[in-house]
């Protein structure tokens, strides 16, 4: 079965300062990865995927994620963090091996702080 | 173009009653997903649809039924309510990535709708 987990609830940063967020998976296949964010009372926007090829992935506002297929880890990260970047992070997971349920399976979720 | 959207935003039910959340994914998304999202469950998957068909389904009790339209528009109904069902229902859409499930393609999620169960 598949699974992804987010050990930090909380992460705590100063504005400038860079910022990681940490996500490690649990699947058969290939892993498809995917980082959400969300706002109080918003659904979920879509950050970044690594499906496949070069291990650093750039996504929206700035952020990044590394995958490491040896740690099964896949951490956000954006060297500079704003304000605007406090909410609620979501990494999740899909299992590419054939046969595998076909879900996104989403980790616990990490509140990210940026203190002024 | 316009984004994933759920109506109604807000709902309150009594225990027992039931309840149809609706959902219209973006233009050209054929594949449309529905979450639970709770403060100790946190995101948990229902079901995923593809041109009418459930290609996938959570582990919820069949008391959470859904269906989807012919234009992709899709519904989810839970019946005899139970106070744990108070949640945000999300829903969101996606294109095919393979064998008509969402695959590697990423989600867009709607705003979702506030269920409370009184």
């Known amino acids: 079965a598949q699974s992804v987990a987010q050990p930090e609830d909380q992460v705590n940063v100063a504005e400038g300062n860079p910022l990681t967020v940490k996500c490690t998976y649990s699947?058969?296949?290939?892993?498809?990865l995917f980082w959400y964010v969300q706002y109080p009372n918003r659904g979920l926007q879509f950050l970044l995927k690594?499906?496949?090829?070069?291990?650093l992935v750039k996504g929206s506002y700035g952020f990044e994620a590394e995958f490491n297929k040896s740690q099964t880890s896949f951490h956000l990260k954006k060297p500079s963090a704003l304000v605007s970047d406090s909410a609620l992070y979501f990494c999740?997971?899909?299992?590419?091996?054939?046969?595998?349920?076909?879900?996104?399976?989403f980790g616990s979720g990490t509140q990210l702080t940026v203190l002024p | 173009k316009a984004g994933v959207t759920q109506t109604p935003r807000y709902l309150i039910k009594t225990r027992g009653q039931q309840v149809t959340l609706s959902c219209s994914p973006i233009?050209?998304?054929?594949?449309v997903s529905w979450y639970q999202q709770t403060p100790g469950q946190g995101l948990q998957f229902l079901f995923e649809y593809f041109s009418e068909t459930q290609r996938n389904k959570g582990n919820f009790p069949g008391r959470f039924s859904g269906r989807q339209f012919s234009n992709s528009r899709s519904e989810m109904n839970v019946s005899t309510l139970e106070l744990g069902d108070s949640a945000l229902y999300l829903c969101?859409?996606?294109?095919?990535?393979?064998?008509?499930?969402?695959?590697?393609?990423?989600?867009?999620f709607g705003p979702g709708t506030r269920l409370t169960v009184l």
């Open positions: 699947v058969s296949g290939n892993p498809y």
């Open positions: 999740a997971v899909r299992d590419g091996a054939s046969g595998s349920a076909r879900q996104l399976t």
């Open positions: 233009s050209g998304h054929r594949s």
């Open positions: 690594y499906i496949t090829g070069d291990n």
């Open positions: 969101a859409s996606s294109l095919p990535g393979y064998i008509g499930t969402s695959g590697y393609n990423e989600q867009f």
